[in-house]
């Protein structure tokens, strides 16, 4: 069985600073795992993976995500938010055993608000 | 790039009806899945599929039926529609078992159901 959690409903960060949106995952096997981000009225848009090989992952948009074994985390990080970078965003992971279809299981998402 | 359409954006049936909705894709990609998304849940898997003809149920499919009778086209079924089926169903697809593919996403059909 696979899972994912997202800790925080919210994020809140102010323009320029920061920014990391959290996921941890659980997996009976080694991870894949993926960020994506879904603005107002829209589907789902790809962000980034992480397959295997270095652990800092970048992606669209400026994000990059670590991908940390031991803590089996898989945080989303920006060094600068942007007003334009608020949206939900949801983490999902895939377990490499799992052999169902690119079947993934999704996070509850967090809602990433960033003030000017 | 990579298109899935789905043919509602916004759609209001009655209790009782069947309902039915569609999603296309255009990247030739083997496997299509359909979610719910409803506040405070995220996205909740109802079926997928890996082939045409070939489905399996996901989280929740009781109420829900599908139909793959071409590569390109995967169709959500509410046999008899009930207002807990009211929410935003989402169409996602993918290419090949290829486990490291994301997924492609439609823009949503926001379901009403009176």
């Known amino acids: 069985a696979q899972s994912v959690a997202q800790p925080e409903d919210q994020v809140n960060v102010a323009e320029g600073n920061p920014l990391t949106v959290k996921c941890t995952y659980s997996?009976?096997?080694?991870?894949?795992l993926f960020w994506y981000v879904q603005y107002p009225n829209r589907g789902l848009q790809f962000l980034l993976k992480?397959?295997?090989?270095?652990?800092l992952v970048k992606g669209s948009y400026g994000f990059e995500a670590e991908f940390n074994k031991s803590q089996t985390s898989f945080h989303l990080k920006k060094p600068s938010a942007l007003v334009s970078d608020s949206a939900l965003y949801f983490c999902?992971?895939?377990?490499?055993?799992?052999?169902?279809?690119?079947?993934?299981?999704f996070g509850d998402g967090t809602t990433l608000t960033v003030k000017p | 790039d990579v298109k899935v359409t789905q043919s509602s954006r916004y759609l209001v049936k009655r209790t009782g009806e069947k309902v039915f909705l569609e999603c296309v894709q255009d990247?030739?990609?083997?496997?299509m899945f359909w979610y719910r998304q409803d506040p405070g849940l995220g996205l909740r898997l109802i079926y997928f599929?890996?082939?045409?003809?070939?489905?399996e149920k996901g989280d929740i499919p009781e109420g829900y039926s599908v139909s793959r009778e071409k590569k390109e086209r995967f169709s959500l079924i509410l046999e008899s529609a009930s207002t807990n089926q009211t929410s935003m169903y989402l169409c996602?697809?993918?290419?090949?078992?290829?486990?490291?593919?994301?997924?492609?996403f439609g823009d949503g059909t926001r379901l009403s159901i009176l």
């Open positions: 599929s890996y082939d045409v003809k070939m489905k």
């Open positions: 992480y397959i295997t090989g270095d652990n």
């Open positions: 999902a992971v895939r377990d490499i055993k799992d052999t169902n279809a690119g079947k993934s299981t």
């Open positions: 990247m030739d990609h083997e496997n």
């Open positions: 997996v009976s096997g080694n991870p894949y």
């Open positions: 996602a697809s993918s290419l090949d078992r290829g486990e490291y593919q994301p997924q492609h």
